[in-house]
């Protein structure tokens, strides 16, 4: 699958919502015992075509979101919504996780679970229909679903690939 309509954002320009998508504490077995350290996945978003994900990890929990929240900033995509909703139904895949995103009527909602969840409403889809599928990992879960996002495409996106009018998309 080509990612050549990855469009890169600047973090600068921009207001930004975080959500913590998961924490989790993690444990190193050393010789003088147990360290335990946390790792943080993280969502950031404009609620209006922009989002990003990251991971932080530190040995203190506010200092592992601050991380995973600066790396999530490094990693911003525009996704097309339109009316609240996505243009078409999608796969995503990463790693054991796939996703499936599917447009909605308007006043539907945003039908998925947890992590899909935190990213869809971070890019501001307000109508959506999703599943899950393979590994419930959350970090998996947020990069299939960004897959999934960045792959979508909208109707003046196709026309200026195709070198077309958009009344020539639609009506052939």
């Known amino acids: 699958m080509a990612k050549t309509?990855?469009?890169?954002v600047k973090s600068s320009d921009i207001e930004l919502k975080d959500k913590l998508v998961n924490i989790r504490r993690v444990t190193k077995v050393t010789k003088g015992g147990r360290t335990f350290g946390f790792s943080a996945v993280v969502v950031v978003g404009d609620e209006n075509g922009v989002v990003g994900h990251g991971l932080g990890k530190a040995k203190e929990v506010t200092t592992a979101i601050s991380?995973?929240?600066d790396d999530a900033k490094k990693n911003l995509i525009k996704v097309p919504v339109i009316n609240g909703s996505i243009p078409h139904a999608q796969l995503g895949k990463y790693s054991g996780a796939s996703v499936y995103i599917q447009p909605a009527s308007h006043g539907t909602g945003v039908i998925a679970g947890g992590a899909m969840r935190a990213v869809l409403e971070s890019v501001g889809v307000t109508d959506v229909l999703a599943k899950s599928k393979g590994s419930s990992n959350p970090a998996n879960v947020v990069k299939a679903t960004i897959d999934a996002l960045a792959q979508l495409r909208d109707a003046s996106?196709?026309?200026?690939?195709?070198g077309i009018s958009i009344?020539?998309?639609?009506?052939g």
Do not use: S
Not at 157 to 162: E, H, K, L, P, S
Not at 167 to 171: E, I, L, P, S, W
């Open 67 to 69: 991380k995973g929240i």
């Open 5 to 8: 309509n990855i469009k890169k």
């Open 167 to 171: 009344d020539k998309v639609f009506n």
């Open 157 to 162: 996106t196709i026309a200026q690939t195709r």
